[in-house]
Every structure is written in C-alpha cells, then in structure tokens.
C-alpha cells in the first residue's frame, strides 16, 4: 500500500512540475542571488541559477 501511494505521489509531482515555468538565472552575483531569494516559494516557477563559480561571496 505504501508503494502505491509513493507512486501517486509521484504522479502528481511530475504534473505539477511539468505545469511550471523554466527560469534560467544567469550569474550568482548580488541580483542573481537576490532574485532567486525572492521567486524561491512561488510554485509557478522552476529556477535554476547558473554561475562560473559553485560559491557566492554574499
């Protein structure tokens, strides 16, 4: 029974997550980061932030 309600779970997150918009944030400096902090908890949205480094000096 678990198992099948760990399908329709993810059943459901996978239409959930193709009805969002793709967001591509180039650059992870002050603005990038500030963006991603404020679309972070709207569920429309599916970020991803894109820099040359995998750390930000903020």
């Known amino acids: 029974m678990m198992r099948l309600l760990g399908e329709r779970q993810s059943l459901f997150n996978i239409a959930e997550n193709a009805m969002k918009k793709e967001m ?3 650059g992870g400096g002050p603005a990038g980061v500030n963006l991603v902090k ?5 569920k429309e949205f599916h970020i991803t932030l894109v820099d040359k480094n995998n750390y930000t000096l903020i």
């Open 24 to 26: 591509v944030i180039i």
């Open 38 to 42: 404020q679309l972070k908890n709207k």
